[in-house]
C-alpha cells in the first residue's frame, strides 16, 4: 500500500484506511459482531491500510474497545490511531475527560490523529476555546495530529486561527462518485492549504458496490432512511454502476475498487471505507495499487455529474 502525507505534518499514512463506526453496535445491521470487525481491522493492517478511523460516539464508545482489541493483537506500532471527539464534549475541560477515556478504552498512551467530530451549533462553546484543548493535549503528547471532520471553510479558518504552534492535517467530510459537494469549497481549499480529506462513505455506505437493488436494500438501522437507497434512486445510479464495472473488468478490479481508485486519483484524498468482515476488508485494499486512466476518471466524473438524485 502506498502512502501519503497527512496535511504538511511530514507523517505518512496509508492512501487508503478502514473505517469503524459499523463496529460500534447492530445499526448497520444484525451481521455485524466483534469477532468479525476485529479481525477485518487484522487483516487491513496486514494489508498497509494502517490507518484505522472511528469515533467515541460510535456504539457509545464500543467501536473504539474493538479497535483496541486489534491494536493488541497486531502491536501498536502497526495501526496509526484516528478517533474523534464528540460534538458534545466541545468544553475544554470535556475534551480532555473525552480523550482520556478513548486513550482508555483504546488501550493506548496517545492517540495519532484526534479530530473534532462535528462543528458545534448548539451548545455555543466558541471553536477556538475547543481547539485550544485539543493543542494542549498535543503538547502533553496525549495527541499526535489535530483534525477536524465535517469542517466547511469558515470552520476550518476559525479553528486554525486558534492554533499558534501548530496546524489541523486533516478534515474528514462525506466524498464519493455519488456526494461531491466538497467539490465546490473545501476541496480546493484543502488541496491549497495542504489539508489531507479523509473520505468517509466513499462507497456511498455500499450503494457503490453495485450489490443493491431497488427491490433488494438493506434494512440496518442506518441505511432504512438513507437517500442512497431509495428505491428510485438505487434505478438512477445505473448507468454509473455499470460503467464502474465495465472499467472494472479492464483492470480486473470490482466496482468498489473502482470507487475508491476514483477518490484516490484526486491528490490529498485518503478514502477510508468501513468493513465488516475480512473479505469486505481485502477487497478494499485493492483500491490502492493501480491507477484509473485520465479518460476513464473523465467519465467516471461526466456519468456522476449528470446523475439527478432525490434528495427530499
Ligand atoms: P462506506 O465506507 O461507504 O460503506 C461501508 C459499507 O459498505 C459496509 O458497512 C459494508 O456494508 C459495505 N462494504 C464495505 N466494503 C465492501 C466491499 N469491499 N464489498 C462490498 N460491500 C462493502 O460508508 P461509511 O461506513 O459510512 O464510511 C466509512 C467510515 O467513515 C466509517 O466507518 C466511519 O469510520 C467514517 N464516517 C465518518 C463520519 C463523520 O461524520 N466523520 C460519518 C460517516 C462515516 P454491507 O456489507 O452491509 O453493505
Known sequence: MDLVELGRSGTRVSSIGIGTWQAGDDTWGPDVNDRDCIDAIVRATELGMTLVDTAENYGRGHSEEVLGKAIRKVGRENVFVATKVSDHHMRPEDVAKACEASLRRLGIKSIDLYQVHWPDPYDQVPLRDTMKAMEWLERRGKVGHIGVSNFAIRDLEEARAALSRTDIVSDQVQYSLL??????????????????????????????????????????????????????????????IAAMERIGRTHDRTAAQVALAWLRSHPGVVPIPGAKRPAQAEGN????????????????????????????
Do not use: M
Open 179 to 240: 456526494h461531491r459537494n466538497i467539490e465546490a469549497e473545501v476541496a480546493p481549499y484543502c488541496a491549497r492549504e495542504k489539508i489531507t480529506i479523509l473520505a468517509y462513505s466513499p462507497l456511498a455506505r455500499g450503494a457503490l458496490t453495485g450489490k443493491y437493488r431497488p427491490t433488494q436494500r438493506p434494512g440496518d438501522q442506518v441505511r432504512t432512511r438513507d437517500v442512497f437507497f431509495r428505491a428510485a434512486n438505487l434505478r438512477r445510479i445505473r448507468p454509473l
Open 285 to 312: 485494499a485493492g483500491g490502492a495499487g493501480w491507477r484509473l486512466t485520465r479518460e476513464e476518471r473523465g467519465r467516471l466524473d461526466r456519468i456522476s455529474s449528470g446523475l439527478r438524485l432525490d434528495t427530499f
